[in-house]
Every structure is written in structure tokens, then in C-alpha cells.
């Protein structure tokens, strides 16, 4: 697998933990938060925002793969 597939995989299964394998602490520390900003919607408002989850898991795991193909190249 690729740097940006490990980075892709890791930040879909943890939000942020792609950004923080690309090195990048700050992006890491926003999608954790984020991530759980919208678990907690997710849990006090369940019907309007039940794709919260997946959002909470795409968006990262998309902007890790982005980044480590910035970072590392293509392959």
C-alpha cells in the first residue's frame, strides 16, 4: 500500500490519524476534534444528522490521502 492509501486507511478508521502519520499535528488535532464534534451531534440530535459518522470518516481519510500525495509523490 502507498503512503497516501496508509494515510487514506488510517484517517477513515480514526479521523486524524492519517494527518498525524502525514506529520501533520495540526490537521491531525482539527479532524479529532471535529470528528468528535460530530459524534456528539450525532448522539444528541440522531435522526437529522446521521450521516454525521460518515462524513466524520470521509472528509479526513480524503484530505490524508491528498496530503501524502503532496508529500510523498504519487507512488
Given at each position: 500500500?502507498?503512503?497516501?492509501g496508509?494515510?487514506?486507511?488510517?484517517?477513515?478508521?480514526?479521523?486524524?490519524?492519517?494527518?498525524?502519520?502525514?506529520?501533520?499535528?495540526?490537521?491531525?488535532?482539527?479532524?479529532?476534534?471535529?470528528?468528535?464534534?460530530?459524534?456528539?451531534?450525532?448522539f444528541?440530535?440522531?435522526?437529522?444528522?446521521?450521516?454525521?459518522?460518515?462524513?466524520?470518516?470521509?472528509i479526513?481519510?480524503?484530505?490524508?490521502?491528498?496530503?501524502?500525495?503532496?508529500?510523498?509523490?504519487r507512488?
Amino acid at each position: 500500500m502507498t503512503k497516501a492509501g496508509t494515510a487514506a486507511m488510517l484517517s477513515f478508521f480514526i479521523p486524524g490519524a492519517g494527518q498525524l502519520y502525514n506529520g501533520d499535528f495540526l490537521r491531525a488535532l482539527f479532524w479529532f476534534v471535529v470528528a468528535s464534534m460530530f459524534y456528539s451531534a450525532f448522539f444528541l440530535l440522531a435522526g437529522p444528522l446521521s450521516l454525521a459518522g460518515v462524513v466524520a470518516h470521509a472528509i479526513p481519510a480524503y484530505t490524508a490521502h491528498q496530503r501524502a500525495l503532496s508529500l510523498h509523490g504519487r507512488g
